[in-house]
C-alpha cells in the first residue's frame, strides 16, 4: 500500500494522473505535463513534495555531526535563516544522497532529503548521530509544497500568515525564515524563483494548497518537475547521482567544502586522492541536434571517449531534446548518443539549458 | 473510457488499422494507447516505400515519459506517412483516428485484416487488461 500525502484528496478530486514515486502515490500531471510546465517557467505552479523527507537536528552536537555528515560545511551559515545546498557522502566518496540543509537556530538545523532514499539516509544519519549529543527527529506529518514560477512569490505571499509575508518577500536564495508552524525557504528545483514551504498543520497547508490554486496558481505534477529541473540541469538522485559516483564526477564540485582542511568531513579521503588525479569524468550537458529523444541509460560518444545519459527528455522551453550525460572530463564540442541502435548528433554544452524564464543554450549551435 | 470507433479493426498492441477504398490499410495509435503514453513529442516514421513484415517496428511514439514501438500489424509497402506530425506530434494526442494517423500501408495480404480485432473484441480486450 503506497503513501499519501496531506493533498492528496486534491489530486483525486483534480483528476490527476497518479504514479508510485518511492513508495508514495503522487500525481504525475493534472491533464497536460506541457502545460504546467510552461506555467511555471512563464506564471506560477505549486507542487505538492510531502513525500519528501524532512529531518529535524537539534543539540550541541548539531554542528559537528554535520560538519563530519556533509561534503558541503554548515559552517558556511552564519546565523539563523541560511540554507545550503549538499551531498552526504559514504566513506568511497559516492553520493548517499544530496539535500539542502537550513540553519533554524544557534544549535538546530533542517534537512530536506529525497523521498526515495529516506530510509537509508535515516539509518546513515542515526548511526552516525548516535554517539552524539544531537536528536534526530523526522517530521513525517509535515506538508511541503514548492512554489515556483516568475509570479510565484507574488501570488503566494498574501495567502500566507500575517507577518511571514513580510519576513518570506525579504527572503534571499536559500533563505529562509518561520513562524507559527510555518517555514519558508527562497529555494527550488525548477530554475524559476520561488519558495518551498513546510507547513505543520496539515489543515492549514490544505488551506494554503486551495487559496494558491484560487489565485490562479497552477497545479503541477512529477512530470513537469522532472522536466523544469532538468531544463535548469538541477541532478536528480538516483539518476544523475548515485553511491558509485563522487560529486566531483557528478557537477556537483562546487558543492564540496575543502576548506578548512581539517574537517575530516566522511568520504573526505576518498574524494581527495580523486581530486589530486584530476576526476577522469564530469557531467555534461547535451543538447540534441538531431531528431529524437534521449533518454537514460544511452551511450554517448565523444572525441575524448565513452559516455552514458544519465537523465535525458524533452525540454518544453526549448522544443528539443536534452540530456545530462556523464562524460570523460575532458569531452567538448560535439558527440554523439545511441538512440534506439541510431547515432544521432549532439552538442556539449554547460548543464544549465534554462534559468529565469530564459535559455542559457545557442540553439543554433 | 477511450473512444473506440465501430468501422476500424485492432491489435492487441493498441493499434487501429482501416481499409481504405483503393485497398491500403491506415494505421495509427488508439486513444486508450495515446492516454497511456502522454503527450507525444517525437514520432518517428518509415521511409515511404519501404517494406515491413508482420511485427517489423513501422513507427516509434515518444511522450514526455517514454518511447514506444509501433509494429507493423501486416506485411505490406509503406505508401505515406503522416509528415504533419513531424512538427505537431500532439495531434495523436488531439485526434489519433483522424489527423493523427501514422502510417498507410499496402498490404501484400489484406486478408490477414479479417482475423485482427473488431470495435467490440477491442473494447472487451481494453476491459480485461484493466480488472
Not at chain 2, 486508450?32 to 503514453?37: I, K, T, V
Request: hydrophobic share 40%; proline share 4%.
Amino acid at each position: 500500500m503506497s503513501k499519501r500525502t496531506p493533498i492528496y484528496p486534491r489530486h483525486e478530486s483534480a483528476g490527476a494522473r497518479l504514479v508510485d514515486f518511492g513508495g508514495w502515490q503522487m500525481p504525475l500531471h493534472y491533464g497536460s505535463q506541457m502545460d504546467e510546465h510552461h506555467a511555471v517557467r512563464r506564471h506560477a505552479g505549486v507542487f505538492d513534495v510531502s513525500h519528501m523527507t524532512v529531518v529535524d537536528l537539534a543539540g550541541d552536537g548539531a554542528r559537528d555531526f554535520l560538519r563530519s555528515l556533509l561534503a558541503n560545511d554548515v559552517d558556511k551559515l552564519r546565523q539563523p535563516g541560511r540554507g545550503l545546498y549538499g551531498c552526504m557522502l559514504n566513506y568511497k566518496g559516492g553520493v548517499i544522497d544530496d539535500l539542502i540543509v537550513y540553519r533554524t537556530g544557534q544549535s538546530a538545523y533542517r534537512m530536506v532529503v529525497n523521498a526515495a532514499t529516506r530510509d537509508k539516509d535515516l539509518a546513515w544519519i542515526e548511526r552516525h548521530a548516535a554517539p552524539l549529543d544531537v536528536t534526530v527527529d523526522e517530521r513525517a506529518e509535515a506538508i511541503m509544497l514548492a512554489v515556483q514560477g516568475p509570479k510565484a512569490m507574488e501570488l503566494a505571499a498574501p495567502l500566507l500568515p500575517s507577518g511571514l509575508e513580510q519576513s518570506a518577500a525579504a527572503l534571499r536564495n536559500f533563505a529562509c525564515c518561520e513562524q507559527d508552524g510555518w517555514f519558508v525557504a527562497r529555494t527550488g528545483y525548477t530554475g524559476e524563483s520561488g519558495w518551498e514551504l513546510i507547513i505543520d498543520d496539515a489543515r492549514a497547508g490544505l488551506d494554503f494548497w486551495d487559496a494558491l490554486l484560487a489565485a490562479g496558481v497552477q497545479p503541477c505534477g512529477l512530470g513537469a518537475r522532472d522536466t523544469l529541473r532538468l531544463e535548469a540541469g538541477l541532478s536528480l538522485y538516483g539518476q544523475d547521482l548515485d553511491e558509485d559516483h563522487s560529486p566531483l564526477v557528478s557537477g556537483l564540485t562546487w558543492t564540496v567544502a575543502w576548506e578548512p582542511a581539517e574537517r575530516n568531513f566522511i568520504g573526505r579521503a576518498a574524494i581527495q586522492s580523486e581530486q589530486s588525479a584530476g576526476p577522469r569524468l564530469t557531467l555534461a550537458g547535451l543538447l540534441l541536434e538531431d531528431r529524437g529523444i534521449m533518454r537514460h541509460g544511452q551511450r554517448v560518444f565523444t572525441a575524448a571517449g565513452e559516455g552514458v545519459v544519465t537523465s535525458g527528455g524533452f525540454a518544453p522551453t526549448l522544443g528539443r531534446s536534452i540530456a545530462l550525460a556523464r562524460v570523460p572530463a575532458d569531452a567538448a564540442g560535439h558527440c554523439e548518443v545511441e538512440i534506439r541502435n541510431a547515432h544521432r548528433r549532439a552538442t556539449l554544452v554547460k548543464p544549465a539549458f534554462v534559468r529565469n524564464g530564459q535559455v542559457l543554450v545557442d540553439l543554433d549551435s | 473510457m477511450s473512444d473506440v470507433p465501430e468501422n476500424l479493426r485492432y491489435t492487441s498492441d493498441h493499434e487501429w488499422l482501416r481499409l481504405e477504398d483503393d485497398g491500403s490499410v491506415t494505421v495509427g495509435i488508439t486513444d486508450h494507447a495515446q492516454e497511456a503514453l502522454g503527450e507525444l513529442v517525437y514520432v518517428e516514421l518509415p521511409e515511404s516505400g519501404s517494406d515491413l513484415g508482420a511485427g517489423d517496428t513501422c513507427a516509434v511514439v515518444e511522450s514526455v515519459k517514454a518511447a514506444s514501438d509501433v509494429y507493423s500489424p501486416l506485411p505490406g509497402t509503406v505508401m505515406a506517412t503522416n509528415e504533419s506530425l513531424a512538427e505537431q506530434p500532439e495531434l495523436v494526442n488531439g485526434n489519433p483516428y483522424g489527423e493523427g494517423w501514422l502510417v498507410r500501408l499496402q498490404p501484400t495480404d489484406s486478408s490477414a485484416l479479417e482475423s485482427l480485432l473488431n470495435a467490440e473484441a477491442y473494447t472487451r480486450f481494453l476491459a480485461e487488461a484493466e480488472d
